[in-house]
């Protein structure tokens, strides 16, 4: 039985996790504790089950795969449409449509939008085609995680400069949500550079309300440890917030019941 599967019968989340013992013949660490963490249940109590093959394959081998993981509802990528599998490239618009959740991944940086929301990512060099170096969002909602390397974000309020990190953003008519998940950002509002913050997070410290003109202080909402575990094991990567609940056995025991 393919290890997956394996995984996917001893799984079983209700109030609490069951743990039970899972072998598999991974040398590669980073497999290794991507397992752990599928077997805990941390990423089934968010309807991404049939990204853990996925997961698991890009955790375990020496490339990334690129492109389309998932898509509920609908969405266009430079005005065209695509499925599963297909792999988009940059310049790169993305828009999704009511009800959709879409997760992608493009160079080694992965996506996840949700419902009416609108991004454009561009790479500012041709010698980095698959690098979002710009990633502008214009409405919805986004999760996003990147390897190392500036990049610089904006909404219609906010800008942001970052390196290596994990970031939520939210749109709202007047003001957005910004949360640095982890990694180092410079965030501020898009007209008073005054008022930029320079943030350094590992899990989630520092959330912010940016208007045009001024920020306040926000809480964490709208976005899971469970979903970034999951982007960062699409591109062979585990968030290093993950660790704090490791056991002794490197055995995730505790993260499918932390919810914010």
Known sequence: MHVADLLFNLITIRSRIEIMPVHHPA?????RHLLKLFA?????????????????????????????YKLEGK????GKSLQVGDVPTLPLTVITGANTQLVFVVGADAFLMRSNSHLILTASTAETPNRADSIALLSGKLLSVFEKGVRNLTTLTAVAGIRGTGIYMEIEAERSYLCL?????????????????????THHESP????????????MINHTDE???????LTGRVPAFAAQWLDGDGILSELANKRY
């Not at 950002?185 to 008022?195: C, E, H, V």
């Not at 912010?208 to 809480?219: F, G, L, T």
């Open 27 to 31: 040398s590669n660490t980073m497999r």
């Open 227 to 233: 979903e970034l575990i999951l982007l960062e094991g």
């Open 75 to 78: 969405a266009t990528f430079n």
């Open 181 to 201: 998940c982890y990694g180092t950002a410079r965030i501020g509002p898009i007209d008073a550079p005054q008022l930029h913050e320079k943030l350094k997070a």
């Open 208 to 219: 912010r309300w940016v208007y045009r003109d001024r920020m306040e202080r926000a809480k």
């Open 40 to 68: 805990a249940g941390a990423l089934t109590g968010i309807g991404f089950n049939g990204l853990v093959r996925h997961a698991l394959a890009a955790g375990s081998g020496p490339k990334r795969k690129q492109g389309i």
